[in-house]
């Protein structure tokens, strides 16, 4: 006998399957950790592997070498300030799209460099308010995990490679045609104008064209629909002016393509007539960006394509080239998907629901995998029947005179409740469909687009 019971030599103890510790064979609970040792852990059946889990693990690796890309970049582009200070005597135009560029500022002197100090900036603070919004959801990204929104680096990679994607596909029907596309001469010496050049189209191309073009038409038109609806009325003013956080409606997607129009054009007096597609191509890209998460997200992405060469310029040489070139074949491939998944996440919107890929794809039911064995038992023993020990039930002759059966009363008829629209389960009373998006505070019918 000892002092825990008479049973304790003869059972063997129990392991904890909470925290792994030995327990006595006659406790309920572990002693350790608290955990009920009848209770087994919770079945989790195996989740199988979606096109949208390969996707994530897709977009937010790729993501990390353009990160990196971008980190340089900026170092150059701050580091170019020291570059442009003996150029005091060159000038620079500021312009507005309309769209044709119309110059109504001239930049020289101390003027030219200050506003260089002032895209720099831009662009730096930009980038450090990107890895602050990223570092939290980037890292459930790399694991594979789920998230309830991207996050800022795997958006802005994700379009940059979709665009690249895009502009490849473009370009080679072009070339197809037989038409060669012409571009402006960037070659030049003097490398403190190439940095300059594309810091200010990263910088001054998105005020101009989202902020000026975007952000401040939506204010004016907000401003006269306030008091119709409240989307327009909890808006902040910032948001006009820095982006982020805007719901893409009907007016918000009418200026988005109206400002991306005007990017385009205004490319042709610098490119040629082919450019007016990629760059309306590109201006979605930086309109989706300002409004659902800022003017910060569209200058990175902007930036992101125009310093794409830039440390070559700096470094010229065959293995950073090489880098360079295998790295774009990456984003390019990785592009195509995402080329496939906003396309498809754009025509949803358009007919008001959801398609593939944007919903979660499997190729087959998903198949249980077997629960986890105990701990130290290899798996759970069956429980042995108990048998009864009572005495049989009473039997009682059944005699219909004495105990008549109940008869159950008919079932009443009742006529099903009309539809209602503002109830769950929508049905739309004009065609009978299903499906409905809120718009403007009410239900719009996807079928026949009635109310």
């Not at 897709?58 to 353009?66: E, H, I, K, V």
């Not at 006009?240 to 385009?264: D, N």
């Not at 060469?309 to 090489?322: D, I, K, M, T, Y």
């Not at 064995?373 to 005495?391: A, D, H, I, K, L």
């Amino acid at each position: 006998m000892t002092q825990d019971g008479p049973m304790q030599g003869t059972m063997p103890p129990r392991r904890c399957w909470s925290c792994g510790s030995d327990v006595p064979a006659h406790h309920n609970f572990c002693s350790r950790c608290g955990a009920p040792l009848a209770t087994p852990p919770p079945y989790q059946p195996a989740k199988p592997v979606t096109l949208r889990d390969i996707g994530r693990l897709m977009g937010a690796y790729s993501a990390l070498p353009l990160l990196l890309l971008m980190a340089v970049n900026v170092i150059l582009a701050v580091w170019a300030i020291g570059l442009v200070y003996p150029h005091l005597d060159r000038a620079i135009y500021l312009f507005v799209v309309t769209p044709w560029l119309v110059n109504f500022a001239e930049l020289t002197g101390w003027s030219f460099w200050i506003y260089y100090i002032f895209l720099a900036a831009a662009i730096a603070a930009s980038f450090a308010w990107m890895l602050h919004k990223s570092v939290r959801p980037l890292k459930d990204e790399l694991m594979g995990r789920a998230v309830k929104e991207h996050s800022p680096l795997f958006t802005i990679s994700t379009l940059f490679m979709a665009v690249l994607g895009f502009n490849i596909i473009f370009y080679a029907l072009v070339a197809s045609s037989g038409t060669s596309p012409t571009s402006p001469d960037f070659d030049t010496p003097e490398t403190w104008r190439i940095i300059y050049g594309f810091a200010n189209a990263s910088v001054w191309e998105e005020i101009v064209t989202r902020v000026l073009l975007l952000g401040v038409p939506l204010l004016l038109i907000d401003a006269l629909r306030r008091s119709s609806s409240v989307k327009a009325r909890e808006r902040k003013l910032r948001q006009y002016f820095l982006g982020g956080g805007l719901e893409i409606g009907k007016v918000e997607a009418t200026l988005l393509l109206f400002s991306s129009t005007m990017f385009g054009i205004a490319h042709v007096w610098s490119w040629d007539l082919w450019k007016i597609i990629p760059a309306f191509v590109a201006g979605l890209a930086f309109g989706y960006l300002f409004l659902k998460l800022g003017i910060y997200a569209s200058i990175l992405l902007h930036f992101a394509f125009d310093f794409l060469s830039v440390p070559l310029e700096v470094w010229p040489g065959v293995a950073l080239e090489l880098v360079l070139g295998l790295l774009s074949l990456l984003w390019i491939a990785v592009g195509m998907a995402f080329l496939v998944y906003y396309l498809a996440k754009a025509f949803g919107w358009m007919t008001g629901r959801r398609v593939w890929p944007d919903v979660p794809f499997r190729t087959k039911p998903a198949s249980y995998a077997a629960p986890p064995p105990y701990w130290g038992q290899g798996g759970y023993p069956p429980r042995p029947p108990m048998p009864y020990q009572g005495m049989p039930p009473a039997q009682y002759p059944y005699h219909p005179a004495q105990h008549p059966r109940p008869v159950p009363a008919p079932a009443q008829y009742r006529p099903a409740p009309p539809a209602d629209p503002g109830a769950f389960g929508y049905q739309c009373q004009h065609c009978g469909n299903t499906e409905a998006r809120y718009e403007e505070g009410r239900l719009i019918c996807t079928k026949c687009g009635r109310g």
